[in-house]
């Protein structure tokens, strides 16, 4: 059986996901002595697996860093593998118009297989802002998109996530127990919004809602990044009335109905 499975490999193949695999660890992206150094690739076949896949449009060159970074279009081909392709060209707008309204940067995440995915953001009107890279993952116990899409996640698909999640404490504020953390989807709950105050990163204030798609499953989420400073508890409360609209418009226009 072994050798049988042997005959079907397909070695390049194989070393050009490797490729993209070692390249979405790191968003300055790597040189091409990096790379075959890293993986242990001869430098003829690293050199044609990177300029296929900057001609295929996987992986971007610079030509003045020498640097080979992944591009946007996997994560086009991962919205795709979720049935949600559509679903970025929809938020966008809404997510522009939140930015508007609040100053602040507003983002939009969801569910990846063990913790949650950041994929587009609105970067917000002030000199000092957050900017965050496409792809990167966040945790689901301390984060105000993790907790809001947890919070509707039907309960099989919850006690999924749950099984895996680690709980790290990143401070004194940060959950740390499946009991507390389910605590706090109830809140969320009764709230129809979360809040990530200070439980990972001392002195960031982020406050967000789930989006539904048309099974009313929790598809992902919208929320807004602060510095404490500026989000106090008046500004919150202000923002989270325009979060609220802005989910209850993205999932109108995804088909859900329940509003």
Not at 58 to 66: A, G, M, P, S
Request: aromatic share 10%.
């Amino acid at each position: 059986m072994e050798k049988a499975e042997e005959n079907y490999k397909v070695p390049n193949l194989e070393k050009g996901i490797a490729v993209l695999e070692y390249l979405s660890l790191y968003t300055m992206g790597k040189t091409l002595q990096e790379i075959k150094s890293e993986l242990d690739i001869s430098q003829t076949t690293a050199y044609r697996i990177l300029n296929t896949l900057v001609r295929l449009g996987y992986l971007i060159y610079n030509e003045d860093t020498k640097h080979y970074k992944l591009s946007r279009k996997l994560l086009t081909l991962g919205f795709r593998s979720l049935n949600e392709h559509n679903l970025l060209e929809i938020v966008l707008p809404h997510l522009r118009n939140l930015r508007d309204q609040v100053k602040e940067t507003a983002c939009f995440g969801v569910l990846g297989d063990q913790k949650g995915i950041f994929i587009e953001q609105a970067q917000g009107h002030h000199t000092f802002r957050f900017v965050l890279s496409p792809g990167k993952p966040f945790e689901l116990h301390c984060s105000a998109p993790g907790k809001a899409i947890m919070a509707y996640l039907p309960n099989t698909v919850r006690d999924y996530y749950l099984a895996q999640m680690e709980f790290t404490r990143y401070n004194a504020r940060t959950i740390t127990t499946p009991e507390a953390y389910m605590e706090e989807l109830e809140k969320v709950r009764r709230q129809g919004y979360a809040m990530d105050n200070e439980e990972e990163l001392s002195g960031v204030v982020c406050v967000g809602t789930p989006i539904f798609n048309y099974t009313s499953y929790p598809c992902g989420a919208i929320w807004i990044s602060g510095p404490k400073d500026r989000l106090s508890k008046e500004v919150i409360r202000q923002s989270v009335e325009y979060i609220k609209d802005t989910a209850q418009c993205i999932s109108r226009e995804l088909g859900y109905s329940h509003i």
